[in-house]
């Protein structure tokens, strides 16, 4: 069994590492096509956290839809949270 890498404070192991790059590679694909989410992802599972990360945050997502939704994340989101799937508005 291998020893999981840290990053800063925290354990990032090659499971979660996948799980986020393929979490973010289909919500990718599903935006530049246009296609419509019918399957929402976890919040576990794209890395959901309250605290916004390097100015990335919901509010500031293309795929936020205001005042608390997400068109890949299931559950409730806000403004100031930030995940994994993070896509910049401007882009």
């Known amino acids: 069994m ?13 499971r979660m590492l996948l799980a ?3 979490a973010a590679g289909s919500a990718s694909m599903l935006a530049a096509t246009n296609a419509n989410a019918t399957v929402k992802l976890s919040q576990e599972s794209v890395k959901f956290s309250t605290v916004s990360a390097n100015g990335h945050n919901c509010g500031s997502c293309k795929l936020f839809l205001a005042p608390s939704d997400c068109t890949f994340v299931r ?14 508005k401007s882009a």
């Open 20 to 22: 986020g790059g393929v």
């Open 2 to 14: 291998t020893k999981p890498h840290t990053l800063g404070s925290t354990r990032i192991s090659r």
């Open 75 to 88: 559950g409730p989101t806000s403004a100031t949270c930030s995940c994994w799937i993070w896509q910049s």
